[in-house]
């Protein structure tokens, strides 16, 4: 089956991309895992019926002794006390230091479940198998684990890489639409930052991809994560600058999903119109062509996602994003398009500069 490497040393792994290939994760996987008799499968409430009970069986079949532990759904439940839960579950379940975790959902259980692995007995081994096309694409590449406060969401955490991650695109068909259409916005982030023959990938077969075909849907999740990993390996704990352009549209992403509650926008419509308003700002700065700015509005649109927003004060985002964690020194840097292809980080922009990108993507 086709698979992305991703390299980190001793810490390598293969990310295998396929469709119906669920049924043989565990026979293809403990050829990689030793000793791996007992699994913690960690997986979604919504698709434990579906999934869960399918990934299930076929750990059962194996002759494994499993572990089902079941996480309501949505990210109010990436918290401290569904944490504790998990500890005492694992605790219970007599989990030990060869115990492998399955996490099985999008990128909330990954984040939880991954988080739970990294801590328990100081860290156990742990597969990612990712049910939502955000979490194929991004969360479940890389190694970040953790968790929200109340007050600042991925407050608390640990870079922990998993041994494999699993993908199999049939986990998509059920999707809600809004869900799925959210992901591909990541996936267009890639295209911008980092390749241009992939945007024209994605241009050319936007319908099949919104159909969801499973050819479309290995392409662009392949293309996805072997970009992901490529900026995983060369930076893994985002100390070199170079895995922040993975955060292209995330600044004014961020600041629109915070002051709008969480509630109005799912994070990838959100990055949307924040590599929007990134787009704006590097036209402005004379850095980006007006017609690569419409190809990615276009592009975006193709996928129904928004490139204008309801009428807001740039005022508030402003504020938003100086509380972002990633600002320093209450400077504004951001991550901004050179060519589609290409982006480079643009440190202290004009606070003038920013409020007229941020306005020209609102509905006057
Ligand atoms: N670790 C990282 O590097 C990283 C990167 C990006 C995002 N994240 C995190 O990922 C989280 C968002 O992930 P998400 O968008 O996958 O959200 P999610 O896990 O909440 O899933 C979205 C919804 O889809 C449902 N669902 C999942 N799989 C399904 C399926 N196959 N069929 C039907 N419904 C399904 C879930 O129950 C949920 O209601 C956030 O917490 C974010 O912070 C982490
Ligand atoms: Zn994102």
Redesign the pocket.
Known sequence: MPSVHVELADRSYSISIGTKTLPHMVETLKGHINSWTHTVLIC????FET?GIQVRDSLQSDGMRISCLIVP???EN?SAASLTKLWSEMLAERTDRKSVVVAL???????LAGFAAATFMRGLRFVQVP??L??MV??SV?G???INLPEA??MIGAFWQPHAVWIDSQ??Q???DR?YR??LAEVVKYGVILDESFFKYLETNASSILARESNAIESIVRRSCELKAQVVAADERETSGLRAILNYGHTFGHAIEATTEYGQY??GEAISLGMTMAGHLAVKLGMWTEESLLRQRNLLRAFRLPVQRQPAQAAELMEAMQLDKKTEHGKLNFVLPTKIGHVKTVAGCSPTDVAQSIEAVSNA
């Open positions: 979604d409430e919504r698709i999934l759904s949505g990210e990436k959902g999008g990128g909330v259980v990954g984040d049910t939502t955000l979490a991004d969360s890389g970040k684990t953790g969401k991925n986990c998509l059920s999707l809600p869900e959210s992901g799912l994070h």
